[in-house]
């Protein structure tokens, strides 16, 4: 697929004036050498209890599910399945496995054949709470047959009769209630609750990954939730080999792996662990790590000066597959935990929350994550791009735009409209003062305290609001916390607002826009971010309750994806246009790199996207100019 540059790289191309050809002599990197931030570090290595980038972006090297996605394409692709198909039209799926795989511990020592049942296993400890709690269930418990009622069962049995009862289960109890079954050692069969097209791109997430029934044996369910590195099973590309937390992380290429002749490696990759992206752009300039991401200050100090040695290597990431948005608090509390009244009724009041969603030029705040290309980041949809094409080839992100009338120009932001945004704060001032609202609203946001990136940004927001909306209309403060947002911030619900991000876990709309949706289970954003569990505003309600409910008669539609697509983008054109929730940027950075990103798997759902698999190399740093010829492949 042929990828545009953007005007701004090209602009830097020519400015490039240094830019030197790779030599005859460059050569592919055989062990890569890459960084994370220490506030990025695993917790745990079990793979069905995380729902975190953090540990996905290690774990989907070290397992084979059974499909995963292209390179090229990002198309859904046979794995440890070597077919899958549907007989009658998507209700229930049969995947047939490649047979010759193995698990084996970190060393690749062999320990256990891979089989179906194995897929059994994960699953089972998966949708049982007494073992997995809720991690995950929310996918399985929509799709496949019985999931919830088994989730169900042993959440009422761990409540009557203790969690050890629950964690006693084995498969008898789960496959007598679970639309699942392995007829033989290389036949799995999934049982849809409907016809469900898209039930195979859930085959890329880690609810439906495999674990050794053998392993689980060894260890029981306790062992296998506090399991580590060293102790796990593995059957995918790479094992972990070192581990030392908050320093670094060291992936091996298996000796035993079963598809080693098909797929392209890096004998080991190493992870350091840094404090921070200046830390790490330290250790690029020393040559030893291979790719960095650029933070602000650097990315000026090389970009204005054509006599830097790497003004000519400046590229840009490939954008992720995340979206994020602001997800207003509609049951704000004060620090000593009474109702902020004032700012309740504020953001229940449609105009004030579409005066922020018009009037604001969120140019400057977008420059926080790509100060030389800001319009690169913009984002006007919900859904992120890529999750779901119609049958007619139209992305289902265009369905939502040319309802929303809102595209991103690449010139100027799309959503601002001064003037618009003006007469929604003339309304909202109107209504909400016979209200007996006060003005200004005070609009609390909330850092770490020790993060000077945070706060940068922070300030920036503040700005921004000062100068489109005016000090006499909304008072932007930050506040800041001590360790965990969560605990400190979020459950007690003390932001006006957050600004969280949200990636596929399947190639569908819904697994967006359920997270939104109101009175309905695992609804993460509503209940978590928003509170909207516990809003009394009867507007609010109403609005919430008809955008639900034109999500669910979307997702009802299971035998036609063209329409399904439109329902979808009705819902989520609806959300928007209430101001319910604002999508704010996608990332695209800024970076040095020896990793031609155009290489790696960009899937926008699922976990593939991280596999150090058939990615292309260079021991010499990427020019801009060789950047632009890959992005034109």
């Not at 972006?57 to 599910?65: A, E, K, P, Q, S």
């Not at 990315?299 to 995340?322: A, K, M, Q, W």
């Not at 021991?619 to 950047?627: A, K, L, M, R, V």
Request: glycine residues 6%; proline residues 3%; hydrophobic residues 35%.
């Amino acid at each position: 697929m042929k990828k545009t540059v953007s005007l701004l790289l090209m602009l830097t191309m020519i400015l490039a004036t240094l830019i030197v050809p790779v030599s005859a002599s460059a050569a592919e990197i055989t062990d890569l050498t890459t960084y994370q931030i220490t506030n990025q570090e695993m917790s745990h290595f079990n793979v069905f209890y995380s729902q975190s980038k953090t540990e996905f972006d290690v774990l989907t090297n070290c397992f084979d599910t059974l499909l995963t996605n292209d390179n090229e394409t990002a198309g859904l692709i046979p794995n440890a399945a070597k077919s899958y198909s549907s007989e009658d039209g998507g209700q229930t799926w049969t995947f047939e496995l490649n047979e010759g795989m193995t698990w084996f511990d970190y060393q690749g020592n062999y320990k256990a054949d891979v089989v179906a049942s194995d897929w059994l296993y994960g699953l089972e400890y998966c949708l049982n709470f007494g073992k997995n709690e809720a991690v995950n269930v929310s996918m399985p418990i929509e799709m496949i047959a019985g999931a919830g009622d088994y989730y169900e069962y042993t959440k009422e049995l761990a409540e009557s009769e203790g969690v050890e009862a629950a964690k006693a289960l084995g498969l008898d109890k789960f496959l007598e209630m679970v639309g699942i079954e392995a007829p033989d050692d290389y036949t799995l069969i999934y049982h849809c609750v409907d016809k469900l097209p898209y039930f195979p791109t859930l085959a890329t997430y880690s609810c439906l990954y495999p674990v050794s029934g053998k392993m689980l044996e060894e260890m029981g369910p306790d062992g296998y939730r506090a399991v580590t590195y060293d102790t796990l099973w593995y059957n995918g590309p790479y094992t972990i080999t070192t581990y030392v937390q908050n320093n670094e992380k060291v992936l091996t290429a298996s000796p035993n792996y079963w598809n080693a002749e098909n797929v392209k490696r890096f004998n080991t990759v190493t992870i350091k662990m840094v404090e921070s992206d200046a830390v790490a752009f330290n250790l690029f300039q020393t040559g030893e790590i291979d790719n960095i991401t650029l933070n602000e200050a650097n990315l000026t100090t090389i970009y204005n000066s054509p006599s830097n040695e790497f003004h000519g290597n400046l590229v840009e990431t490939v954008p992720d597959n995340f979206s994020y948005f602001m997800v207003f608090n509609f049951t704000k509390r004060n620090e000593d935990g009474s109702l902020d009244e004032n700012w309740n009724k504020a953001v229940a009041n449609e105009a004030f929350r579409q005066s922020i969603y018009y009037g604001l030029d969120m140019t400057n705040y977008l420059a926080r994550y790509n100060a030389i290309n800001p319009l690169a980041c913009e984002l006007q949809t919900y859904t992120s791009k890529g999750v779901a094409v119609a049958p007619d080839g139209t992305d289902y992100t265009d369905m939502v735009m040319e309802r929303t009338g809102i595209r991103p120009n690449g010139e100027t932001y799309s959503r601002f409209d001064a003037e618009k945004g003006a007469a929604f704060k003339a309304q909202a001032i109107e209504e909400l003062t016979a209200q007996g609202v006060t003005f200004p609203v005070e609009m609390v946001y909330y850092i770490k305290g020790d993060n000077q990136t945070a706060k940068d940004t922070a300030d920036v927001l503040a700005q921004m609001y000062s100068d489109c909306l005016g000090d006499d209309y909304i008072k932007f403060v930050t506040r800041t916390y001590v360790a965990s947002s969560v605990q400190e911030v979020l459950e007690p619900g003390l932001a006006s607002f957050v600004t969280p991000a949200w990636g596929a876990d399947f190639g569908d709309p819904i697994n967006y826009l359920s997270q939104y949706t109101y009175g309905t289970v695992n609804a993460f954003f509503t209940e978590d971010y928003a509170h909207l569990d516990t809003c009394t505003d009867e507007k609010v309600i109403a609005d919430m309750t008809a955008y639900t409910e034109m999500v669910q008669e979307a997702a009802a539609i299971t035998d036609d994806l063209q329409t399904r697509y439109e329902k979808f983008a009705d819902a989520e054109a609806y959300l928007l246009s209430k101001a319910l929730l604002l999508p704010t940027y996608t990332t695209v950075q800024w970076q040095l790199t020896c990793v031609n990103d155009y290489s790696k798997i960009h899937a926008a759902y699922g976990i593939q996207s991280a596999r150090y698999i058939n990615w292309e190399t260079n021991d010499q740093i990427y020019t801009t100019e060789e950047y632009a010829e890959l992005a034109n492949k």
